[in-house]
């Protein structure tokens, strides 16, 4: 089956500085790419959706120069936090789908991401 | 998207048959029907996904009702590490997820 890597699975870092999470699909070629943001007992929220070779699109609310995201080769998608803050701890979580109009959506297993 | 509606949460005793409902009444024709499930601090797994002929997989089957207004996902013999936060999702092709709240199933031994 169609398979996404993420990394790191969790980091810690201090404010002010930046992370970069990478996402990759294993064993297929994605196009697009999503990034979803999970908070403590909630659900997964949309964040973007990343294109091989264009430019993100952000969701509403979403800081696309504070959440930068590559999609630099089909097998891969980075989301860099920039100037991370407390607020921005949290699990963040990638998936991509193999090729055909309705295959589904697969994941990752996530970064935790804690800003002290 | 159609949204859609599932129960906060349900139990299941080990080794019998879970049976997770989902409406999704504003579902339209080229919407297909997607389960998947997240267990703690991990990224959703896929489960089934139909349109309109029920499924199964090695998993779980779906069942569809004809008018396609709602949807039951069924675990044969449910197992311990059934328990999970199971979501059911209506998506058109090349589309993310929309992520409801979904059921939390907890499965008892």
């Known amino acids: 089956g169609a398979v996404v890597s993420q990394h790191p699975s969790w980091v810690i870092c201090k404010s002010g500085t930046s992370v970069k999470i990478e996402c990759r699909s294993l064993?297929?070629?994605?196009?697009?790419m999503f990034w979803y943001r999970q908070f403590p007992k909630q659900s997964l929220m949309l964040m973007a959706t990343?294109?091989?070779?264009?430019?993100?699109?952000?969701e509403q609310g979403v800081e696309k120069d504070k959440f930068l995201i590559n999609h630099a080769s089909l097998t891969l998608s980075t989301l860099t936090v920039t100037s991370a803050h407390p607020e921005d701890s949290s699990f963040y979580i990638c998936?991509?789908?193999?090729?055909?109009?309705?295959?589904?959506?697969?994941f990752g297993n996530g970064t935790r991401l804690t800003v002290t | 998207d159609a949204k859609t509606t599932q129960p906060t949460s349900m139990d299941c005793a080990e080794g019998r048959a879970a049976n997770l409902p989902c409406n999704h009444s504003?579902?339209?024709?080229?919407?297909?029907v997607y389960w998947y499930r997240q267990i703690h601090s991990q990224g959703p797994q896929y489960i089934i996904h139909?349109?309109?002929n029920n499924e199964t997989n090695e998993m779980a089957s779906l069942i569809i009702t004809e008018d396609r207004k709602s949807s039951t996902l069924i675990l044969p013999h449910a197992t311990l590490r059934d328990t999970a936060v199971y979501y059911c999702i209506v998506r058109n092709s090349g589309y993310a997820l929309n992520f409801g709240k979904g059921t939390s199933l907890l499965v008892t031994p």
């Open positions: 990343s294109n091989e070779g264009s430019k993100a699109t952000y």
């Open positions: 998936s991509a789908s193999a090729p055909g109009s309705q295959s589904p959506l697969h």
């Open positions: 504003t579902i339209s024709g080229n919407e297909y």
């Open positions: 139909g349109l309109k």
């Open positions: 064993d297929f070629q994605a196009t697009t």
